[in-house]
């Protein structure tokens, strides 16, 4: 099993759908939870870190479940500049390693 | 929020030639460097890790004295890639840690490794 599972994508929905990343993780372990948006032939850009109660940045929701060791990245109101691919991350030992899933390519289609 | 800057941003080269990536964290001191690597349409596999003034950490299946990795101070890393060969075209990342900035890495923009 994959150290960081992910929807295998491509993702396409029309602008303003409503869409949702599923990301796991099998390090039980892991202390830190993140995610990343990448552009074709560009670095990855943090979009948000996860925090345990989930938290809220504009249109995006993170949401994370230890239990299930589940992470999950709502956008609302979905924007063609949104058109990217998102990578879940995990950090199983205080930013000594990262652990990139294999992302989830998404296209808002006008 | 940090800066963290790469050169060269694209290189060709010819099999058997090595060739170096200059990583640097512009506005703050890197206290542990990252290497990664991106296949097409592969997401990013972490070559090594990087604290100033040690050895490098390689992850299994990468050849340290093919990549080499200096970290001479904590505003710089290099990767030379030695010996290049054709399958060692790829994406190359680096990306910085600063004690200052909790568990976040900073990206440089990558190296786009082409290797003829």
């Known amino acids: 099993r994959k150290e960081v599972e992910q929807d295998p994508g491509p993702f396409n929905v029309p602008e303003g759908a409503t869409v949702a990343f599923n990301c796991t993780y099998s390090n039980s372990a892991s202390q830190s939870f993140f995610w990343y948006r990448q552009d074709c032939r560009k670095e990855p850009k943090l979009l948000m870190s996860?925090?345990?109660s989930g938290n809220e940045d504009g249109r995006f929701t993170a949401q994370l479940n230890r239990a299930s060791q589940y992470i999950s990245l709502l956008i609302r109101d979905s924007k063609l500049s949104d058109s990217a691919t998102y990578l879940c991350v995990v950090d199983p030992n205080y930013g000594q390693n990262f652990v990139f899933g294999p992302g989830t390519r998404l296209s808002v289609l006008p | 929020g940090a800066v963290v800057s790469q050169h060269p941003s694209w290189v060709i080269c010819k099999s058997g030639t090595s060739v170096k990536i200059e990583c640097r964290s512009l506005?703050?001191?890197?206290?542990?460097m990252f290497w990664y690597r991106q296949f097409p349409k592969q997401s990013l596999m972490l070559m090594a890790t990087s604290n100033e003034g040690s050895k490098a950490t390689y992850e299994q299946g990468v050849e340290k004295d093919k990549f080499l990795i200096n970290h001479a101070s904590l505003t710089l890393s290099t990767l030379t890639v030695t010996s290049a060969h054709p399958e060692d075209s790829s994406f190359y990342i680096c990306?910085?840690?600063?004690?200052?900035?909790?568990?976040?890495?900073?990206f440089g923009p990558g190296t786009r490794l082409t290797v003829t």
């Open positions: 990306s910085a840690r600063s004690l200052l900035a909790g568990d976040e890495q900073y």
């Open positions: 506005d703050f001191q890197a206290t542990t």
């Open positions: 996860v925090y345990s």
